[in-house]
Nanobody, 120 residues
Framework: QVQLVESGGGLVQPGGSLRLSCAVS????????MGWYRQAPGKQRELVATITSGGSGDYADSVKGRFTISGDNTKNTVYLQMNSLKPEDTAVYYC??????????????WGRGTQVTVSS
């Protein structure tokens, strides 16, 4: 089994900042990519940002210039620094990891989600 532990969500005023963290542990021998997705009430889950094991990042247009994804390969942890937050960023944020186990079976796991609320 693979476990993802997310932290860092909360309530913040518009224009504020939050930093999300996601630590991966368990039966995963190789991580190919990690990322953050979000789901607002009544909407589908959408990509926020992803990062490969080589450090290449990709972002949704709606967060470019405001959010930064980074990773620590030694800790199997991915971070999402969110600045200049807007009310429309309010959602449950989910961590995702893609990789493989010792038998090279492909793995795709999700965290339980952390709530981010941007409101005055």
């Amino acid at each position: 089994q693979v476990q993802l532990v997310e932290s860092g969500g909360g309530l913040v005023q518009p224009g504020g900042s939050l930093r999300l963290s996601c630590a991966v542990s368990g039966s995963i021998s190789s991580i190919n990519a990690m990322g953050w997705y979000r789901q607002a009430p009544g909407k589908q889950r959408e990509l926020v940002a992803t990062i490969t094991s080589g450090g290449s990042g990709d972002y949704a247009d709606s967060v470019k210039g405001r959010f930064t994804i980074s990773g620590d390969n030694t800790k199997n942890t991915v971070y999402l620094q969110m600045n200049s937050l807007k009310p429309e960023d309010t959602a449950v944020y989910y961590c995702n990891v893609k990789g493989s186990d010792h038998d090279r079976r492909l793995l795709n796991y999700w965290g339980r989600g952390t709530q981010v609320t941007v409101s005055s």
